[in-house]
C-alpha cells in the first residue's frame, strides 16, 4: 500500500495547480464572505431573511449556470478557458462589494461573482477527472478540496486581522481581498496544462437522449442524493450570524469560519484517499451523522463550547462528503460526459441551495434560529433514508 507522500508525489501536478488557483480565489472570496453577513445587517440595515435569500440566490445561480459550461465543455472538448472565463468574473467582482453604499450593488457583485464559480465548476472538476488515474480520484478531489478550504480559513484569518487593524473598516478589507483573485487567474492561465483531446474526436450534443442514456442509475442516484444532501446543509453564513447572536465581536466573526475551514483543509484530503478504499454510501452516512450532531449543537446554543463544537462537526462533514460527492460523480458517468454530469448535479444542488437558504432565513425570522438547524436535521434524516433505501454504489 502505498504512502500518503508516495499518493501525493502521483497526483498529476495539473491538480496541484487547479488546488492552488483555488487557495488564491478562496482567499479572496471569504474575506469578503466571512464579513458580509455582518456588513449587511449591521452596516447596511438588511434584515436576516433578506441576507438568506441573496445567499441562496447567490449559491444557486452558481450552481445552475454549471450545467451549461459543464455541456458547453463537453461539447467543445475544451474545459481551461471556460474556468478562465470564470475566474475571471470572479475576480472582477471584487471591487464591487468595497463600492457598494446598498444591498441592489453587493447582490449584483454577489451574483456576477457566483456565475463566475458557476462557469468555472463543472469544467475544473471534469479535468481534475481528466488528468488523474481513478485509482488516485479520490485523492485527487480531497487534495484539491484541502487547498481550496485552505484558502476558506486564510481569507477569514486576513479579514479578522485587518478588521482589528483598521478598527472594523469593511470596505478597507474588500480592497485587499481583490489581490488574490487576480493573482489566481494569472496561475490558471500560466500554470494549467489541459490534456489534448483525440484528434478527429466526434462531437455530438452531450444533452441528446441518446446521450442523457448514457448516465445511468447510479448517476442519479448520486444527484437525488446531493440535492436532498443540500438541502440539510445551507449557506454558511447562518453559523456567521449564529455566533454573532451568541455576542461575538463584529472583528471576531471571521473566527467562525477560520476554525469551520481548518478542520475541513485538515480532513479533505485523508476523507478523499479513504474514499478510494471505502464503500461510498457507507462514507456519505457518516458525513450526515456529522451533520446531524453539528445542527443539534447550534441549535441548543450560540456561545461558549456547544456552538464551536457544532462548528467543529460541521467543518468534519464537509470535509467527508464534498469530495466524496465529486468523486461519485466521476466515477458514474461516461469520461466523454464528464462536464454535463457535473452541471446537472450542480443544478439539482443549486435549487435546493435556493430553498434551503430561502427556508433557513425564513425560519430564522418567524420562529427562532434554532428552528433552522433543526430543520438541518429534519432533512438529514431524508437523505439518510434515501441511502438505506437505495442499492449502495461500488466504487
Known amino acids: 500500500m502505498a504512502t ?46 433578506v441576507v438568506g435569500l441573496m445567499e441562496g440566490a447567490a449559491e444557486a445561480t452558481a450552481l445552475i449556470v454549471k450545467v451549461f459550461s459543464g455541456v458547453l465543455s463537453d461539447y467543445w472538448g475544451k474545459r481551461k478557458p471556460l474556468a478562465i472565463l470564470g475566474y475571471g468574473m470572479g475576480a472582477f467582482s471584487k471591487p464591487l462589494f468595497a463600492l457598494a453604499s446598498g444591498a441592489s450593488l453587493i447582490l449584483a457583485a454577489r451574483l456576477l461573482d457566483r456565475v463566475g464559480k458557476g462557469i468555472r465548476g463543472a469544467p475544473r472538476d471534469a479535468l ?47 480592497w485587499v481581498a481583490t ?59 447562518f453559523l456567521v450570524l449564529r455566533v454573532q447572536q451568541g455576542g461575538l465581536g463584529l472583528a471576531w466573526t471571521p473566527l467562525v469560519l477560520i476554525a469551520m475551514n481548518l478542520i475541513y483543509a485538515a480532513c479533505a484530503y485523508p476523507f478523499g484517499k479513504l474514499a478510494d478504499r471505502m464503500q461510498h454510501g457507507t462514507l456519505l452516512t457518516w458525513g450526515l451523522l456529522l451533520l446531524i450532531g453539528a445542527d443539534a449543537l447550534l441549535a441548543y446554543s450560540n456561545a461558549g463550547v456547544w456552538v464551536w463544537a457544532g462548528i467543529v462537526l460541521w467543518g468534519l462533514h464537509m470535509a467527508m462528503t464534498q469530495g466524496l460527492l465529486a468523486t461519485m460523480v466521476a466515477d458514474s458517468a461516461p469520461a466523454d460526459l464528464r462536464g454535463t ?17 430561502g427556508l433557513a432565513g425564513l425560519l430564522w425570522e418567524q420562529l427562532g434560529a434554532a428552528f433552522t438547524f433543526l430543520a438541518g436535521i429534519v432533512f438529514c434524516l431524508a437523505a439518510l433514508g434515501l441511502i438505506l433505501l437505495q442499492p449502495r454504489p461500488r466504487n
Open 4 to 49: 500518503p507522500d508516495q499518493n501525493l508525489r502521483h497526483i498529476p501536478a495539473g491538480v496541484w495547480a487547479l488546488g492552488f488557483v483555488s487557495l488564491l480565489m478562496d482567499v479572496s472570496s471569504e474575506m469578503i464572505h466571512s464579513l458580509l453577513p455582518v456588513f449587511l445587517v449591521t452596516t447596511l440595515g438588511t434584515s436576516v431573511f
Open 128 to 174: 481534475v477527472a481528466d488528468i488523474t488515474p481513478p485509482e488516485l480520484r479520490g485523492a485527487a478531489f480531497g487534495l484539491r478540496q484541502s487547498l481550496d478550504t485552505v484558502g476558506a480559513f486564510l481569507g477569514p484569518l486576513l479579514a479578522m486581522g485587518l478588521m482589528l487593524l483598521w478598527a472594523n473598516d469593511f470596505r478597507a478589507v474588500f
Open 179 to 237: 489581490v488574490p483573485a487576480f493573482l489566481c487567474v494569472a496561475l490558471l492561465i500560466f500554470g494549467v496544462r489541459e490534456p489534448d483531446r483525440a484528434a478527429g474526436a466526434p462531437r455530438s450534443n452531450p444533452i441528446s437522449r441518446a446521450n442523457l442514456a448514457r448516465l445511468g442509475a447510479p448517476y442519479w442516484w448520486v444527484v437525488v442524493i446531493g440535492a436532498v444532501f443540500t438541502l440539510a446543509r445551507f449557506s454558511e453564513a
Open 341 to 357: 454530469a457535473y452541471g446537472f448535479f450542480n443544478l439539482m444542488s443549486g435549487l435546493a441551495m435556493l430553498l434551503a437558504s
